[in-house]
């Protein structure tokens, strides 16, 4: 069974032509260049910059929110809704039902009291 070298050496169209030492000086010179070479150009205030920016952005949402809400307390803005009651001597319902369709009914009987049984 062959390896993966073997198999590459086989498929090699310049396996069999030897390299002049000119042309190994050059690849290898081409090689150290870009290896010298920095991948990429950093600039040492492009983290802080980017900072800055999400700070001045908190802040501006921060006002625009703050704003809005002095505006609506200003002109009155939205008021709480009153709690209504229902009476006393009516029966209340809570009602829902499951995922699978089961539905659940639980009647508050507003008569009903808890005893002590215990001594």
Do not use: C, Y
């Not at 090699?12 to 032509?17: K, Y």
């Not at 920095?38 to 625009?64: E, K």
């Not at 809005?68 to 709690?83: A, R």
């Not at 009476?87 to 209340?92: G, H, K, L, W």
Request: hydrophobic share 40%.
């Amino acid at each position: 069974m062959k390896n993966l070298a073997d198999i590459l050496r086989e498929g090699d169209p310049a396996a069999d032509s030897e390299l002049s030492t000119m042309q190994v000086d050059a690849i290898r010179r081409t090689v150290l260049d870009a290896a010298r070479r920095p991948d990429v150009v950093r600039t040492p205030w492009h983290q802080p910059l980017a900072m800055a920016t999400m700070v001045a952005l908190m802040v501006a949402a921060g006002i625009v929110a703050g704003r809005k809400w002095t505006i609506d307390v200003e002109n009155g803005g939205p008021q709480p809704e009153t709690i209504r009651t229902a009476p006393i001597e009516q029966r209340r319902q809570l009602q829902f039902s499951t995922p699978g369709g089961t539905r659940i009914i639980w009647v508050f009987d507003p008569e009903f009291t808890i005893k002590e049984t215990l001594p």
